[in-house]
Antibody, heavy 118, light 111 residues
Framework: QVQLQESGPGLVKPSETLSLTCTVS??????????WSWIRQPPGKGLEWIGY???????NYNPSLESRVTISVDTSKNQFSLKLSSVTAADTAVYYC??????????WGQGILVTVSS | QSALTQPASVSGSPGQSVTISCTGT?????????VSWYQQHPGKAPKLMIY???KRPSGVSNRFSGSKSGNTASLTISGLQAEDEADYYC???????????FGGGTKLTVL
C-alpha cells in the first residue's frame, strides 16, 4: 500500500518561499508510469492542481502558478518537494501530495495546512 | 472560479439516488473520456471514486457510477447511506499543458 506524508513549516511569512516535502513509502518515486503531484485546497474552497514531476526530473506546472513553482525529486530518499516563491495570503491552503497514474490521483497524503501570515 | 461547474449542494434521503453534474467545455470534458470523481470527508484527503468517466477503483461500492454526455459528466450515487455525506469533486484532463482542471465541489447532504 503506497503511503505519502507531507512535511514542512505550517507558517510562512508573506513574500517568502513555501517549502514542503512529500515522503513516499510502500512504493518508489522511481516507478515507471507514475508521476508525483502537488495539489492545494484553500480553506473552505475547492482543489487546485499545482504541478507534477516524473522520476527523470521532467515537470509540468499549472500555468497560473508556473512562474513561482518548482517541484524536484530525490530518488535516493524516495521524496519529492515543492517550492512556491513570493507567497501571499492567497497561498494559504492545505497542500496535498499525490501519486498520479495517467490523469488520476490514486494515492494522497493526509495534507498539511500552510498559513501565510506575518 | 473553477474551470468545471458543479452545483454547490445536493441532498437526498437514505435509500434514494442523487446525481451530481459537472459541466466543462469542448477543451476538457468534451474532448477526453478522462473524468474522475473524488469524495472528501471533512478534514480528510480526497478519495478516488470514479475514473475514466465510469470505472470504479477496487473497493469502491457499485452504488457509485459515472457517465458523460457532451461537455457534461455526472456522478450518480444510488441507495444513499449516511456515510456518503461528503464533498464531491469532478476532475477532467484538459490537455498536456493544463493537465487537469477541477470542479468547485458539491456538498452532498443525506437527510
Amino acid at each position: 500500500q503506497v503511503q505519502l506524508q507531507e512535511s514542512g513549516p505550517g507558517l510562512v511569512k508573506p513574500s517568502e518561499t513555501l517549502s514542503l516535502t512529500c515522503t513516499v513509502s510502500g512504493g518508489s518515486v522511481s516507478s515507471d508510469g507514475y508521476y508525483w503531484s502537488w495539489i492545494r485546497q484553500p480553506p473552505g474552497k475547492g482543489l487546485e492542481w499545482i504541478g507534477y514531476i516524473y522520476y527523470s526530473g521532467s515537470t509540468n506546472y499549472n500555468p497560473s502558478l508556473e512562474s513561482r513553482v518548482t517541484i524536484s525529486v530525490d530518488t535516493s530518499k524516495n521524496q519529492f518537494s515543492l517550492k512556491l516563491s513570493s507567497v501571499t495570503a492567497a497561498d494559504t491552503a492545505v497542500y496535498y501530495c499525490a501519486r498520479v497514474e495517467v490523469t488520476l490521483f490514486d494515492y494522497w497524503g493526509q495534507g498539511i495546512l500552510v498559513t501565510v501570515s506575518s | 472560479q473553477s474551470a468545471l461547474t458543479q452545483p454547490a449542494s445536493v441532498s437526498g434521503s437514505p435509500g434514494q439516488s442523487v446525481t451530481i453534474s459537472c459541466t466543462g467545455t469542448s477543451t476538457d470534458i468534451g474532448s477526453y473520456n478522462l473524468v474522475s470523481w473524488y469524495q472528501q470527508h471533512p478534514g480528510k484527503a480526497p478519495k478516488l471514486m470514479i475514473y475514466e468517466g465510469s470505472k470504479r477503483p477496487s473497493g469502491v461500492s457499485n452504488r457509485f457510477s459515472g457517465s458523460k454526455s457532451g461537455n457534461t459528466a455526472s456522478l450518480t450515487i444510488s441507495g444513499l447511506q449516511a456515510e456518503d455525506e461528503a464533498d464531491y469533486y469532478c476532475c477532467s484532463y484538459a490537455g498536456p499543458s493544463t493537465f487537469v482542471v477541477f470542479g468547485g465541489g458539491t456538498k452532498l447532504t443525506v437527510l
